[in-house]
């Protein structure tokens, strides 16, 4: 019998039912050592031979008929001679052993997959995801993961805000993945057909810089809608809906050296309902301020209020710790805040007097965006709060992690797990960051890549499941 070195097959003669490598180790896998180098006895999924004299009587003893032995091995070293029981042909190299295992099949003994001539089995199809549903009825929810696909050339990083157009299309803003955010081809805008399907990319390179991070439609008074994107890095932008850029303020070399603005990290944006040439920013990561804008010119009109605290007194002015989201309470005409870390909405005049206010702790303790269901076949009274997941451990993972719907009560009546369903494990999405209600009464997410290790960015579409 001649031996070739490393993965070499060599034929036995009588015993050309089987092939031999010589300095490999049947006995472990890549992935998992075996117990052959241990105590010289059976274990599970093992059996030892004993001492022998040579490879050749070593596989005589597996390859004699009716021992229905399919693996073998020799250590040259020790003498050792074992069975493998199990069929899993993976070895690793060893200089000191030779390994062998059955390549064609005889009766009632079947060859070892992956072995010489033995076919490895085709790799199943991926398994269908069983449907996620969630809510209580009648706002009950199922997963789409058919829907919001990204473009093919999209390296997410963040999923981070969604809004719609007057004719149900989505858009969706994301930071691209670091690497691709340097790219000539890096985008962050896409916008879906109304059902959440034919994801398209819009804008360019330089709308994709910094953190890009709120989004809002908006109808102004020349009858045109708009995009207006909030970005982490001190920039406001004002958009066609194709994402063509009209103007773009970065307040860093105007800010950057004045303490009472800076640092300046706008997390949204909105036009208030009685001030239509106004566009309001909140600054949720750097001073918990809200700036004014000029909707036409983009520049800044010297109004600002806010700043850090957590002022609840109706008709006093607001005070925030993160005001990360803010949108219009189509329900009452006024602005709804998602002060993030005081746990609650807060509902506020164009001026910054407070209104009232909503603890939201038990519900979504770090609520990011508040949108209601205006134009919806649900009608007009509810409130839909996206929120990051929280929890009193440390790296996680944040099974809490929701989407929470009020009624104009303040009543909560139904809540979304979306990280209980989906989050690390599955699709890793723990941190619901932004949620809208489409006009069919279906939710659109985005959702923010944690911290904890195995969470992700993305999209997701929630179907309305009617009763």
């Given at each position: 019998?001649?031996?070739?070195?490393?993965?070499?097959?060599?034929?036995?003669?009588?015993?050309?039912?089987w092939s031999v490598s010589a300095g490999m180790n049947a006995c472990s896998t890549p992935t998992k050592g075996g117990p052959c180098g241990g105590d010289a006895k059976d274990h599970p999924g093992f059996h030892y031979v004993g001492v022998l004299n040579s490879t050749d009587a070593c596989s005589a003893t597996c390859e004699a008929t009716g021992?229905?032995?399919?693996?073998?091995?020799?250590?040259?070293?020790?003498?050792?001679?074992?069975?493998?029981?199990?069929?899993?042909?993976?070895?690793?190299?060893a200089a000191t052993i030779t390994s062998g295992c059955r390549s064609t099949s005889s009766v009632g003994v079947p060859c070892v997959q992956g072995c010489g001539a033995c076919p490895v089995a085709p790799t199943p199809p991926p398994t269908a995801m069983p449907p996620v549903e969630s809510g209580t009825a009648p706002f009950?929810?199922?997963?789409?993961?058919?829907?919001?696909?990204?473009?093919?050339?999209?390296?997410?990083?963040?999923?981070?805000?969604v809004t719609k157009d007057s004719k149900g299309n989505i858009y969706a803003t994301y930071v691209p993945s670091l690497s691709s955010?340097?790219?000539?081809?890096?985008?962050?805008?896409?916008?879906?057909?109304?059902?959440?399907?034919?994801?398209?990319?819009?804008?360019?390179?330089?709308?994709?810089?910094?953190?890009?991070?709120?989004i809002k439609v908006e109808l102004e008074a020349d009858g045109k809608e708009y995009l207006y994107h909030a970005n982490?890095?001190?920039?406001?932008?004002?958009?066609?809906?194709?994402?063509?850029?009209?103007?773009?303020?970065?307040?860093?070399?105007?800010?950057?050296?004045?303490?009472?603005?800076?640092?300046?990290?706008p997390t949204d944006v909105m036009i208030p309902p009685?001030?239509?040439?106004?566009?309001?920013?909140?600054?949720?990561?750097?001073?918990?301020?809200?700036?004014?804008?000029?909707?036409?010119?983009?520049?800044?009109?010297?109004?600002?209020?806010?700043?850090?605290?957590?002022?609840?007194?109706?008709?006093?002015?607001?005070?925030?710790?993160?005001?990360?989201?803010?949108?219009?309470?189509?329900?009452?005409?006024?602005?709804?805040?998602?002060?993030?870390?005081?746990?609650?909405?807060?509902?506020?005049?164009?001026?910054?007097?407070?209104?009232?206010?909503?603890?939201?702790?038990?519900?979504e303790p770090l609520p990011c965006n508040a949108q209601t269901s205006k134009g919806s076949t649900l009608g007009d009274d509810l409130l839909v709060v996206a929120g990051l997941g929280v929890d009193h451990a440390d790296p996680g993972p944040y099974l809490n992690g929701s989407v929470s719907i009020f009624h104009s009560n303040q009543t909560l009546v139904s809540t979304i797990e979306v990280a209980q369903y989906l989050g690390v494990g599955v699709l890793g999405h723990t941190h619901p960051h932004d949620?809208?209600?489409?006009?069919?009464?279906?939710?659109?997410?985005?959702?923010?890549?944690?911290?904890?290790?195995?969470s992700l960015g993305g999209f997701e579409y929630w179907t309305h499941l009617k009763e």
């Amino acid at each position: 019998m001649a031996l070739l070195l490393g993965l070499a097959v060599v034929g036995l003669g009588a015993f050309s039912d089987w092939s031999v490598s010589a300095g490999m180790n049947a006995c472990s896998t890549p992935t998992k050592g075996g117990p052959c180098g241990g105590d010289a006895k059976d274990h599970p999924g093992f059996h030892y031979v004993g001492v022998l004299n040579s490879t050749d009587a070593c596989s005589a003893t597996c390859e004699a008929t009716g021992t229905n032995c399919t693996i073998w091995l020799y250590s040259t070293s020790s003498k050792h001679c074992w069975w493998r029981l199990d069929g899993v042909w993976d070895p690793v190299g060893a200089a000191t052993i030779t390994s062998g295992c059955r390549s064609t099949s005889s009766v009632g003994v079947p060859c070892v997959q992956g072995c010489g001539a033995c076919p490895v089995a085709p790799t199943p199809p991926p398994t269908a995801m069983p449907p996620v549903e969630s809510g209580t009825a009648p706002f009950r929810y199922r997963y789409e993961p058919s829907k919001l696909l990204l473009p093919p050339t999209v390296q997410l990083l963040h999923g981070h805000g969604v809004t719609k157009d007057s004719k149900g299309n989505i858009y969706a803003t994301y930071v691209p993945s670091l690497s691709s955010q340097k790219l000539p081809t890096a985008r962050c805008l896409i916008r879906y057909a109304p059902d959440g399907t034919n994801g398209v990319l819009l804008g360019n390179w330089t709308l994709a810089q910094g953190k890009p991070h709120g989004i809002k439609v908006e109808l102004e008074a020349d009858g045109k809608e708009y995009l207006y994107h909030a970005n982490t890095a001190a920039t406001v932008t004002k958009t066609t809906l194709d994402g063509e850029i009209i103007w773009r303020s970065n307040m860093t070399a105007e800010w950057e050296n004045e303490k009472a603005h800076w640092p300046f990290k706008p997390t949204d944006v909105m036009i208030p309902p009685t001030e239509p040439n106004t566009v309001l920013v909140a600054d949720g990561y750097g001073r918990s301020q809200i700036h004014a804008f000029d909707r036409v010119t983009g520049k800044y009109t010297g109004v600002v209020f806010g700043g850090r605290g957590n002022e609840s007194t109706p008709g006093k002015p607001a005070k925030f710790e993160i005001n990360h989201g803010m949108s219009l309470d189509h329900r009452n005409g006024k602005i709804v805040v998602s002060d993030r870390s005081n746990h609650r909405l807060v509902w506020i005049e164009d001026d910054g007097m407070i209104i009232k206010v909503q603890n939201v702790v038990t519900s979504e303790p770090l609520p990011c965006n508040a949108q209601t269901s205006k134009g919806s076949t649900l009608g007009d009274d509810l409130l839909v709060v996206a929120g990051l997941g929280v929890d009193h451990a440390d790296p996680g993972p944040y099974l809490n992690g929701s989407v929470s719907i009020f009624h104009s009560n303040q009543t909560l009546v139904s809540t979304i797990e979306v990280a209980q369903y989906l989050g690390v494990g599955v699709l890793g999405h723990t941190h619901p960051h932004d949620a809208i209600f489409l006009p069919n009464g279906d939710i659109v997410v985005a959702i923010w890549k944690g911290h904890e290790a195995g969470s992700l960015g993305g999209f997701e579409y929630w179907t309305h499941l009617k009763e």
